[in-house]
Structures are given as structure tokens and as C-alpha cells.
């Protein structure tokens, strides 16, 4: 499997950058107390935050608005995840504990303010492109309804789009059936590739701790656009 950032991208955004983590022989499960508590403790101290510091001066938040615009979408009308978790928070409307994948998907999200997804790699098929979506693309979504994903960055395989700084798709979602995962964390432009590696690598160490398994992380950027998703054998970590 090919996973790859189209060119056009880098026309409009030149430091575009995603983190791809590969996760392989992974246990997917109820979050352990201290994961449930950390995500809890976080949205509450950053309500805290929120009340001195507007949204739109978080780092990650500001950069991805760019990049809406940029691409030709409005920020204001399909707001980046990572924008509209802050906005939960804001209003102590506090995320609550899914899995043990999900919690962390949620806590990268609100650390780091950016968008984040994880994906089912067994609901994949074919190369994925890191692209923008046409007119008449969509999907039903995690939230509930059909989404238009016009002008805004998505993820897409052989078959369709299925993942989005935006909202991801139910097709595909992580269940505790997922052993095998691949992770974007939808990186902020102005990050180095240097800072990038190490939160990746922060990311996957964290992921792997909770829900076993193994990571491989790489980041893609205009220098290097594109990488193979191979198979990570059993017991084995690669570094990217």
C-alpha cells in the first residue's frame, strides 16, 4: 500500500505535513482508569486555558484555518476536528471515554491542536491519497450525517474517500475488533520535520504502552511525499 500527498497540496500549502502511524498486532479495548482520567483532567484544565486564551490564537488552530482557506474551503462552516473539540471544551461540553484508541486519537487532538484520525486498515483497499475533496465527494460520518467534503483535505483509497482533517467516515471506524491501524495526525505547517519525528514517535510510544503492539511512524512533506505501508512483523518496531 502506497500512501502519498498529492502535488496540488503543496501548490497551495508548500509545508504541508502529515505524520503516518502504522500499528500492527494492536488490542483495542475499555480505556484503563488512567487513561480515562488524563482525558478528563486535560479538557478541564484547558477550559481553564480557553477562558484567558481565544481559540483562534492556539497554534494548530490558526494554521489548519490557513489551510482551509488555502484550499478553497470556510473554516467557519466545516471547522477542522481539532477546532471543533476546542469549541466542546470551551463550553465544558467534555468528550467522554470511548476505547482505549479513540481516547488517545481525542487526547493527541487536544494536546497538540491539531486533527487526528485513526483508521481500520483492514477496511482499506489500495493506495491512499492525501488529496482535496471534489463536489460530489462524501461520506456518512462519524457524526451521524453525510458529509460534503468539497475543498477539504481527505484521505482516499482505491475505493473512496474515508478520512478527513474534518470528520472520518464509519466505514472506516475502529472497533475492539481492529488489530491493525494506520494513524494521520494532520501535522501544523510551520512544525519542522525534526519536531514532527519526535511527536510521532511521542504518539506512538504512548499508543503502543496502552494497546500493545507496534509502530512504525514516518512524516510526509513536499521533500517526501509519498511511502509504502508494509507489514510490521510481529515483535518488531521500525523507525521511520
Known sequence: MKFHIEPAIFDEVPDFKVAIIHYNSTTVSDSPQMLKGRLQLFQEQLFFELEERPINQIDGIREWRNVWKALGATPTRYRPSAEALYRRVSKQDYMKSHSSAIDLNT???LQYGIPSGMYNREALFGDIRVTTGLAEEGYDGLNG????LHNIVILKDGYSPFGSPYVDSVRSAITEETTEILH???????MSVEEAQSLAKACGSMFTSINGGNAAPAILHKGAPSIEIEDIPAHEEHKN
Do not use: A, G, T
Open 184 to 190: 494521520v495526525l494532520f501535522l501544523r505547517p510551520d
Open 107 to 109: 487526547l493527541f487532538s
Open 145 to 148: 450525517r453525510f458529509n460534503s
